[in-house]
């Protein structure tokens, strides 16, 4: 009997020993050893990065400067400017002042410095005139910009004018044919400029160049009699217009401002 039960008590045994096996690699981690503990990684020293360059990189924008440069000037608050109200010939107008250097609601009358359009019912004259008209209509505003002289004799004021289209009007009529450049210093601020214009002009044949062929003036009497008339104006005096005058002036054989178109000796007698 006792035999019996150590044969039975040693076959239980071999039975279990496969059960723990089992068990024991169910729970054991198949990858790490059940002997060996988990440890982390050690911490890498960082490494300062360098600066990028952000100009370099597509679609950054540069860094803003401490200053930053000016784009655009600030907005205009000046008054508006002096407004035109009538053309009285290719270089002669009548402005409203802005009180900037004609005073403020002051009309005067303007004569455009440096060149000199056809007298009235001279030729090309109604083409000049109708071409300053079209560069300043009436009601519409200028810059004016004055020179050493601001006046003359006649208390026409001496300026360079700008449209509101920033055509520099003195230039512009000179560079198209519609006047010729004349130089009364000290007034010649814009000499080199308006010189040129003029000089383009000629060489295309542009404007008058083409339309007034040069004649010759009649000649004068030899022993002219002088008529009870007032001296026209001198020599040096910026160019004057008939409108200028209140009548028929003496202005002898030399006529410095082109006013006798008959050669009688006696200017703005004719209509």
Known sequence: MLGL???????????????????????????????????SAAPQPSVPSEPRDVT????TSPPTPSTPPTTKPPPDTTPPGAVVLRVIDGDTIQVRGDGRIV???????VRLLEIDTPERGACFADAATARTTELLPPGSSVRIQRDAELTDRYDRYL????????????????????????????????WPVISQ?????RQTVA???????ETTKP?????????????????????????????????GPEDPHRLDRDGDGIGCDTN
């Not at 981690?29 to 060996?36: L, N, R």
């Not at 005073?103 to 009358?109: D, H, I, Q, Y």
């Not at 008529?227 to 004057?240: A, F, I, S, T």
């Open 159 to 190: 300026l360079y004018v700008w449209n509101e289209q920033g055509t520099f009007v003195n230039e512009a009529l000179a560079g198209s044919g519609h006047a010729e450049d004349v130089l009364f210093p000290p007034n010649d601020k814009y």
């Open 197 to 201: 214009a003029e000089d383009t002009a």
């Open 103 to 109: 005073p403020k609601g002051t009309v005067a009358r």
């Open 219 to 251: 000649s004068a009497p030899d022993t002219p009699t002088r008529p009870d008339l007032p001296d026209g104006p001198p020599v040096g005096v910026p160019d004057v217009d008939c409108s200028d005058l209140p009548g028929p002036v003496w202005v």
């Open 207 to 213: 404007g008058l160049w083409a339309a007034c062929p």
């Open 56 to 59: 370099s990189q597509p679609g």
């Open 5 to 39: 039960l150590v044969a039975f008590g040693g076959l239980g045994a071999l039975r279990e020993e496969p059960d723990r096996k089992s068990a024991t690699s169910e729970t054991a981690p198949s990858s790490v050893p059940a002997t060996e503990p988990l440890t």
